[in-house]
């Protein structure tokens, strides 16, 4: 596939418009929100939820040239993550 970089930007002015609301959406309206346990935790929890070993590890590897990029695993969780995106889009 080639790419054509004969493509111009649009240079039309962006301007925003002043959004209109019925006096139904102007009050307020009380919400709630919850959140799971885990939320709740991942929140509390005062390291980060990282391996540093696993970083170490692939730090070392790369700067020693054993760092192998398997381009069909990046590939397949790019599909995976679209197909997801693209599901809870559908159920919303």
Known sequence: ????????????????R???RSPQETATTAESV????????LQSSEKPPVNA???QEIK??????RF???????A???IQSARDLLDSQRKA
């Open 18 to 20: 002043p959004v209109s």
């Open 68 to 74: 192998k990029v398997n381009p069909e695993a990046i």
């Open 34 to 41: 919850s959140l799971s346990q885990l939320a709740g935790t």
């Open 76 to 78: 397949e969780g790019l």
């Open 60 to 65: 070392e590897a790369i700067s020693q040239g």
């Open 1 to 16: 596939m080639k790419i054509d970089s004969t493509y111009k930007l649009g240079t039309a002015p962006v301007t925003q």
């Open 53 to 55: 070993a696993r970083i």
